[in-house]
């Protein structure tokens, strides 16, 4: 079978999709579109009108309302990012839109990267749509957080799993110099090859190369650092604040170490990760470690996600 990324080279990867326009999509679409590549950022279809939507006698139909959650990413990062790091015609090379009404936009894609929510079905049904849209050649990877890449690609077919791995790039994307590329059995070393030099030579990141394991390298030790760093703090009775403080500076580390730096992430996405290595392993004492903390279910039971909801460990952000 002909591999088409051998032809590739990293400047050839012009046009892009991102599929998620959450937290880490929004970022590592400006990031693609900062590198000069044509980014089309998409998202779901929203379910219910807003008031506002209401008041302007819109209705679900309307393209406003069909696109708004990628749109409103967009303009949301136009705000937020820094005009020393970016060009200042980034925003112009980003499309936002809903997945159902722009599938082309995926055919039309060198690069496909997945940033849906952090669940295994959800991303297994989002793959099976990106190989109904997509160019065959055209490269597809996800930025999971650590769920298996092999169960992700699982009923696709040769050709999508050859060109398929991880890219985990780190929060926020404009900043963290570490993407995690992972390769399962069946992608192509050239994909590979092709990524990382997409990542180091485009994008400015160091890479690592990590295997297929739960929550791959820098996941699992953070994740395990932080968790208990943050059940142990506040078991204490110590505050919020009291707890960044002993974690951040004193140590060496910055102000939002610890929680600040959690409700940065999304506390969902935490739950989800925690959930992810605990039911992956085998290994009881690591389940211990890796056990919900009761107070993380309580904030997001309450709707306090962290910086996405406006509330999370801190009360207002
Ligand atoms: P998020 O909750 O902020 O955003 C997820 C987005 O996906 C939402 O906008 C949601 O509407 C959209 N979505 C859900 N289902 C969809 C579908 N079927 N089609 C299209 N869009 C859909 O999540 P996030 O924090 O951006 O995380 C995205 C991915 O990146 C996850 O896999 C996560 O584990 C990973 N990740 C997160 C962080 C972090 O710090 N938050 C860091 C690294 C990796």
């Known amino acids: 079978m002909t591999i088409q990324a051998l032809q590739k080279s990293a400047s050839s990867i012009r046009r892009a999709a991102v599929i998620g326009s959450g937290v880490m999509g929004a970022g590592i679409a400006a990031h693609l579109a900062n590198a000069g590549m044509r980014v ?42 820094p005009a020393q790091l970016y060009d200042s015609s980034w925003a112009a090379r ?19 990267v997945e940033a849906v929510v952090e669940r295994l079905d959800i991303k297994q049904q989002v793959l099976a749509v990106i190989e109904s849209a997509r160019s065959p050649g055209s490269i597809v990877s ?31 994307p404009r900043y963290m110099k570490l993407v995690e ?27 690592v190369l ?5 929550n791959f390298i820098a996941n699992r030790i953070g994740t395990y650092g932080m968790l208990v760093t943050l059940a142990d703090m506040l078991a204490f009775g110590l505050t919020v604040e009291e707890a960044d403080a002993l974690t951040g500076p004193t140590m060496g580390r910055p102000k939002t170490a610890t929680l600040r ?57």
Not at 199 to 204: A, D, M, P, V
Request: glycine residues 8%.
């Open 94 to 112: 980003i499309t936002p839109g809903n997945l159902t009404d722009h599938l082309d936009a995926l055919g039309e894609a060198d690069w496909i």
């Open 40 to 81: 089309t950022l998409l998202d779901v279809v929203p379910q219910s009108l807003t008031a506002d939507e209401e008041r302007q006698g819109l209705t679900l139909a309307d393209a406003k309302v069909r696109n708004r959650l990628a749109a409103a990413a967009v303009a949301k990062m136009g705000k937020s990012q």
């Open 261 to 317: 730096m959690l409700d940065i992430v999304g506390l969902d996405t935490l739950l989800h990760v925690v959930d992810n290595v605990r039911e992956r392993s085998s290994d009881s004492a690591e389940q211990a470690v890796f056990a919900r903390p009761a107070l993380l279910e309580q904030l997001v039971a309450a709707g306090r996600l962290g910086e996405k909801t406006g509330a999370g460990f801190y009360r207002k952000i």
């Open 210 to 214: 990590a295997k297929d394991t739960p």
């Open 142 to 172: 996800t930025n999971t957080s650590g769920l298996s890449a092999a169960s992700m690609a699982e009923g696709r077919s040769e050709e999508f799993r050859r060109h398929f791995g991880v890219t985990h790039f780190f929060n926020p």
């Open 181 to 207: 590329i992972v390769a399962t059995a069946d992608t192509s070393p050239e994909v590979v090859r092709l990524l990382t030099e997409v990542c180091e030579k485009r994008l400015g990141k160091g890479v």
